[in-house]
């Protein structure tokens, strides 16, 4: 079998994607940021980064601090405005060849349905992404995506709002994330995403003050990956609508290992910090691992964890 | 600007002082691209710990090709870099951030580094007439002191205060550039340390009407704007809440920023 034989083609939902392996909301800005050393095109998407209704200013520095084999951010959803999104952005992001998903984010469940409704029938963008679990914001984000029947409701408000196929990113700040998951796909969620980050914090043990503005944060990176493996392992039994894995992952094992657990695709988020072409590496790496396995379309590859 | 991303081969990696180095990495496609006030994120070992990538101002670009940066010990990431060795391998990604903005003619260019912060400042330096300009490096103490001909400053006019007394001045670089600002004729200040003397050095200049240019430092994870991690705030009249280090910066004009809640 030559290379061009390995069909990674992926369905989540009504979406198709090129490949299983998409950049994470917050990691990647709005692509433009890594142009010069990552070709959009060459993604199976784009998770954009979280857009409000109107702009927000972000947390109180510092936003950033690194932990064992992760970091802890507190950015507050620091974002241009969805307006802005349309008039700045977009045009862009419309010229490429790959999945836009744009992350949405609200203080209110009206606020998810107005951003929604000012997507609508946006050319260029081939998702919604709907942020119920950031942990640096004090209304909204997480509040939401803690609670299954608020969880439930958004959805629903942001469906009624939008012709775009919708995931919903879920917090894993929760106790049981299968209920918040089966909730939303109750609602009519198309995906679901997971996991955003696990709520943390750190101190600095001269100043003894946290060091982060915001005082706690989400943890992200390698650190949180087999927590992230494990709920996917979870919410993709629990569900039957397609689940995008994400935490942690680095490198094609990592992916592999989201892959096997039933994730129908995956989402690339700090490792591009570290290395911008991450998604590329991991992109040639799952190319590579179908060859040598003689798996000729990667989604016969999705879900056959052995247990 | 383009940015490039590659392994890059470590030249040499030694000790200019006490815990503090000078680590030369081959690169010609950053090293050429690179202006005064950039800065490169580096890699420090290929490994998932320490995570993040670290942010360095630019210290001199040698031949062209040599991507010159100046570190001091400060922690796990830096301490890796000390143990390298030449001839291995580091990924370096540049050159990042807008620069520092050229000097008007005439204008007489007063330098003003604390520590770490004469990184940037050397490559600015060099990059202009040795006559119009005036380095001035602030150190805790003597042992501190990176000596001007190791930086490649040898023919400049270099001015050290120590805190401690131990050499030059006694007492803070800022002292000495208050002192430089008194005299006539137009001038510009450029200025890198840490973000106590920074607000000093903006503050005698804004007093002055001088026109100062700070390099900032923060906390980083992408360098390139996508994470919004580096916010520093910005001063009611710039029309923003904040600004990005990496990507706004990390040279700014001192009325930028707002002093006060940095």
């Known amino acids: 079998m030559n290379q061009q034989d390995a069909d990674l083609n992926v369905r989540i939902g009504p979406l198709q994607l090129r490949n299983p392996v998409l950049t994470a909301s917050g990691t990647f800005g709005y692509g433009k940021e890594y142009a010069d050393l990552v070709d959009p095109n060459l993604l199976g998407g784009m998770v954009v980064k979280g857009v409000s209704l109107k702009p927000r200013p972000g947390n109180s520095p510092p936003r950033i601090v690194e932990t064992p084999a992760g970091m802890l951010n507190a950015i507050g959803l620091e974002n241009i405005g969805v307006e802005a999104f349309l008039q700045e952005k977009l045009p862009w992001l419309k010229t490429l060849d790959t999945a836009v998903i744009v992350n949405i984010y609200g203080h209110s469940r009206a606020e998810y349905g107005a951003v929604a409704a000012q997507l609508k029938g946006a050319e260029g963008v081939a998702a919604l992404e709907i942020n119920i679990s950031c942990p640096n914001v004090k209304m909204g984000g997480m509040v939401f995506g803690t609670d299954p029947a608020a969880s439930a409701r958004v959805t629903e408000t942001v469906l009624k709002n939008t012709d775009k196929p919708v995931v919903v990113k879920l917090t894993p700040n929760v106790t049981d994330i299968c209920a918040v998951a089966r909730a939303v796909e109750q609602a009519g969620a198309h995906a679901v995403s997971l996991i955003n980050t696990l709520t943390g914090m750190a101190i600095d043990t001269e100043t003894k003050r946290p060091r982060l503005g915001n005082i706690s944060g989400g943890l992200s990176g390698p650190a949180i990956r087999p927590v992230a493996l494990y709920m996917v392992h979870r919410v993709v039994r629990a569900v039957r609508i397609p689940v995008i894995g994400i935490g942690g992952i680095m490198d094609t094992k990592d992916a592999l290992e989201f892959l096997i657990a039933g994730a129908g695709a995956v989402q690339v988020g700090t490792a591009n910090f570290v290395n911008p072409r991450a998604s590329l590496d991991i992109i040639a790496g799952l190319r590579q691992y179908c060859i040598d396995h003689d798996i000729q379309r990667i989604e016969d590859l999705i879900g056959t964890l052995k247990t | ?262």
């Open chain 2, 1 to 262: 600007m383009v940015v490039f991303e590659h392994k890059a081969e470590v030249v040499r990696n030694e000790e200019v002082a006490p815990n503090t180095f000078l680590i030369e990495l081959e690169a010609p496609s950053i090293a050429s691209a690179a202006k005064p006030g950039q800065f490169v994120m580096l890699r420090v070992a290929d490994k998932i710990d320490p995570l993040l990538r670290r942010p360095f101002s630019i210290c001199s670009i040698n031949d062209g090709a040599g991507l010159v940066l100046l570190y001091r010990v400060v922690g796990r990431g830096t301490r890796i870099m000390a143990d390298t060795r030449a001839g291995s391998y580091l990924s370096v990604m540049g050159p990042l951030g807008r620069g520092f903005e050229a000097p008007a003619a005439g204008e007489e260019c007063l330098l003003a580094a604390g520590g770490m912060g004469i990184a940037p400042l050397v490559f600015l330096a060099r990059s202009l007439k040795k006559t119009r300009v005036t380095l001035m490096t602030g150190y805790g103490t003597a042992a501190e002191i990176v000596s001007p001909a190791q930086l490649g400053m040898q023919d400049f006019a270099v001015a050290v205060a120590t805190e401690d007394g131990s050499a030059g001045y006694h007492g803070l670089v800022t002292a000495l550039l208050e002192d430089d600002l008194a005299g006539t004729g137009r001038k510009i200040v450029y200025s890198c340390g840490p973000a106590a003397m920074l607000g000093k050095v903006a503050s005698l200049c804004l007093e002055r009407g001088v026109e100062c240019q700070v390099s900032l430092e923060t906390v980083m994870a992408c360098g390139v704007g996508a994470c919004q991690g580096c916010a520093v705030p910005a001063a009611a009249e710039s029309g923003r809440s904040s600004f990005h280090v990496c990507q706004d910066g990390p040279v700014f004009s001192a009325v930028s920023i707002d002093w006060e809640h940095l």
